[in-house]
C-alpha cells in the first residue's frame, strides 16, 4: 500500500497543500496524511502516517522538506522505514523521482544526503571563521547576558539562598552559582553555605 504525507508550514499554504495530495494520489497514495504545521514543531499526521505503514508499504512525499527538517532526520526516518520494511518515494528528489526499495535510489539518496551534510558543514565552517574575524576586530562580541551578576552577588550577600534568587529573577539555579562563582572562589567556604 502506498501512504502518502503532505505538510505545509503555515494556513496560508492551503493550495500547496492541495496540491501535495493531488500529486500524492496521482501517483498511487491510497491513504494521504496531511498538516499545516511547521516542521520544527510536533507533527502529529507524520507520527501517525509512520504508525499506519506495515512491511510491504511504501511512504510516499512530494519533496524531502515536506518530510524532514534536515538530511540526519530523513536519513534516520529512512532507516526506520527500511528495517520495518517499509519504502520511501520521493516524487522530486531534485527533479529526479526516488524509490527506496530500489539500490540505485537508496545510493543516490545517501550521496544527496552526503553532498546536503558536506554543504551544510562548510556553511558552518564559513560561519565559524566570520564569527573569528569579527571578534578579532572588536566587532563581534557575542550574545548580550541575560543575567545580572551584580544583583545575583547582592542578593546572596543579603542571605538569600540560590533557589530564591532563581525564583525571584525568574533564571535557573544553575545561573545563579555561574554568577557566584567568582564571589565563592574569593570566600573559600562561602560554598558550602551557598549550596545548602
Do not use: C, H
Request: positive net charge; hydrophobic residues 40%; glycine residues 10%.
Amino acid at each position: 500500500m502506498l501512504v502518502g504525507y503532505g505538510r505545509t508550514s503555515t494556513a496560508e499554504q492551503g493550495a500547496g497543500l492541495a496540491a501535495q495530495e493531488r500529486d500524492l494520489r496521482a501517483a498511487g497514495a491510497e491513504r494521504v496524511f496531511t498538516e499545516q504545521r511547521s516542521s520544527m514543531g510536533t507533527r502529529p499526521e507524520l507520527k501517525a502516517a509512520l504508525a499506519f505503514l506495515r512491511n510491504g508499504d511504501a511512504l510516499i512525499v512530494t519533496k524531502p522538506d515536506r518530510l524532514a527538517r534536515s538530511t540526519a532526520e530523513l536519513l534516520t526516518i529512512e532507516a526506520d522505514l527500511t528495517k520495518r520494511g517499509v519504502g520511501l518515494v520521493v516524487l522530486s528528489m531534485g527533479g529526479e523521482r526516488l524509490d527506496t526499495r530500489n539500490p540505485t535510489s537508496k545510493l543516490m539518496l545517501t550521496i544527496l544526503a552526503g553532498v546536503a551534510t558536506w554543504e551544510r558543514e562548510i556553511m558552518l565552517e564559513r560561519q565559524r571563521e566570520g564569527i573569528r574575524k569579527a571578534q578579532g576586530e572588536g566587532k563581534y562580541t557575542g550574545r548580550k547576558k541575560s543575567i545580572d551578576d551584580a544583583a545575583v552577588r547582592s542578593m546572596a550577600a543579603a542571605g538569600t539562598s540560590p533557589a530564591q534568587i532563581a525564583r525571584d529573577l525568574g533564571i535557573a539555579r544553575s545561573s545563579v552559582y555561574l554568577a557566584l562563582k567568582g564571589t565563592l572562589a574569593d570566600t573559600g567556604g562561602a560554598a558550602d553555605t551557598l549550596a545548602a
